[in-house]
């Protein structure tokens, strides 16, 4: 749960530079079996989910059989694992773990404690979540409930309707991305319904124990794109996991809970009214780059399907339905287009009132950009304090709309900090959103300053 304020934390410029550093050059890593199984199987290489024999053709009569091959491929699979992170001591920044045998910065975990070296000398020391241990818990059918919670971390667990993504699987896939490339999302072009149904149930299991075992975050609904023949149906998918997950949870957990609807526009953008009365709080349409050729290039299955600018007319309509700001955000792929159409684009969006977040280019394993190099920490931190210029230039015009919104039940904008966003430990911008805040609010609360 993320608990750090900007009242308590304090943000230094210092500790934003090796979190940029940790995020573009990552780190060498000692690590044992008992601290980090995940971390550990990924420095000695022990990802061999090629290895594992797939049925050539999946048996979805048998929705169980489906769910048990994701099961042998999770023992293994460590391609797109969110959860390993440090939190900074004093500052409470959160930075992921990337593996990097080159790196010039060693990673020393012992227990809780981490610790980053380079040449000898400590940079900075935190906190390592270590792995929850509820992910061995198990579900109804006796597989651990990590079998049906994709891509998962402190912050986020991702409620999917599709288990695989048309557009990966055709080859036309955004070209980071690596979420469903597994080899048996690689076999599933159309997921039966009754399948997801059963999948839905164990993971309305999963989210309840993970609930009951203290996780607080935000519930994505998301999943890979859907076959052209599916996409007519997929308010009923989105049906089928919003009921599965209020049955298992109940009714006022599912009411509180943060629910991010992630995935693409609607054809008709009204449907948005049904989404917020079958709860979703917030939607993310990820825009991946703000310049249309490069949207076209980077992300060519999305591109076919709509154009770049339907998705920003899809946000713009959000911002009427779920509120500006926490109401209306959208992903962003840093460090792959020039910094100026990303930061021009950020400008232009937040003035609208959508926050767009940016996530650091990283390379992974199976994505066509594999291999790839990341942003250097310096072009990270240039980046984020132009669009931190930009969020202080816009938010206070959208305060005093999202406070009433705030009345309906939404988040309110004194929720804004560096940890309270999802997937914040790989950006730097709320970082230094933070830094600017800290110095703004001189230990005040912001509702003094606005009032
Ligand atoms: S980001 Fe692109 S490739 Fe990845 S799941 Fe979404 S549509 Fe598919």
């Given at each position: 749960m993320v608990t750090e304020t900007v009242e308590k934390k304090i943000i230094t410029k210092e500790d934003i530079f090796i979190k940029a550093r940790m995020i573009s050059e990552g780190v060498r890593a000692q690590v044992s079996k008992e601290a980090s199984p995940e971390l550990y199987k990924a420095a000695m290489g022990?990802?061999?989910?090629?290895e594992l024999k797939i049925p050539?053709?999946?048996?979805?009569?048998?929705?169980e059989s489906i769910i048990e091959l994701f099961a042998e491929v999770n023992k293994t699979d460590?391609?797109?694992?969110?959860r390993q992170e440090i939190i900074f001591n004093g500052s409470g920044l959160r930075a992921p773990i990337y593996l990097n045998k080159h790196s010039r910065m060693e990673l020393h975990i012992q227990d809780n404690n981490a610790s980053v070296f380079e040449d000898g000398d400590i940079l900075v020391t935190g906190t390592f979540s270590k792995?929850?241990?509820?992910?061995?818990e198990k579900l109804s059918n006796g597989?651990?409930?990590?079998?049906?919670?994709?891509?998962?971390s402190a912050s986020i667990i991702n409620v999917v309707?599709?288990?695989?993504?048309m557009n990966y699987n055709t080859n036309r896939?955004?070209?980071?991305?690596?979420?469903?490339?597994?080899p048996i999302s690689k076999k599933i072009s159309m997921l039966p319904k009754e399948t997801l149904r059963v999948w839905a149930k164990y993971q309305g299991e999963a989210v309840k124990i993970a609930i009951d075992n203290g996780w607080r975050g935000s519930i994505a609904i998301s999943g890979g794109a859907l076959a052209p023949a599916q996409r007519g149906e997929y308010l009923e998918r989105l049906e089928i996991v919003l009921s599965s997950l209020k049955d298992a949870v109940g009714d006022e957990i599912f009411r509180k809970l943060p629910k991010v609807y992630n995935h693409c526009p609607p054809e008709?953008?009204?449907d948005m009214y049904k989404w917020k009365e079958m709860g979703i709080t917030t939607t993310s349409f990820d825009l991946?780059?703000?310049d249309d050729a490069y949207f076209a290039a980077i992300c060519p299955g999305k591109a076919a399907h709509k154009p770049l600018s339907y998705y920003k007319k899809a946000q713009e309509y959000s911002v009427e339905v779920f509120g500006p700001v926490s109401g209306t955000i959208g992903c962003v792929v840093m460090g792959i287009e020039p910094m100026t159409t990303l930061v021009e684009g950020f400008d232009e969006r937040i003035s609208k009132g959508i926050l767009p977040l940016p996530l650091v280019f990283h390379s992974t394993p199976g994505?066509?950009?594999?291999g790839f190099r990341p942003p250097t920490a310096e072009w990270i931190i240039e980046a984020s304090e132009k669009m931190a210029d930009s969020f202080m230039k816009h938010i206070f015009k959208w305060i005093k709309p999202r406070r009433v919104n705030t009345k309906e039940g939404g988040k309110g904008?004194?929720?804004?900090?560096?940890?309270?966003?999802?997937?914040?430990?790989?950006?730097v911008l709320f970082d230094e959103i933070g830094f600017r805040l800290n110095k703004l609010l001189g230990g005040r609360k912001l509702s003094e300053i606005m009032s």
């Open positions: 022990e990802n061999k989910v090629d050539e053709k999946l048996d979805f009569n048998n929705p460590t391609s797109s694992d969110f792995r929850f241990e509820w992910l061995d597989l651990p409930i990590s079998t049906v919670l994709p891509s998962m309707f599709s288990l695989s993504c896939g955004c070209r980071y991305c690596n979420l469903f490339s597994n008709d953008f009204s991946e780059v703000m994505s066509a950009y594999e904008l004194s929720n804004l900090s560096s940890g309270r966003f999802p997937t914040t430990h790989l950006s």
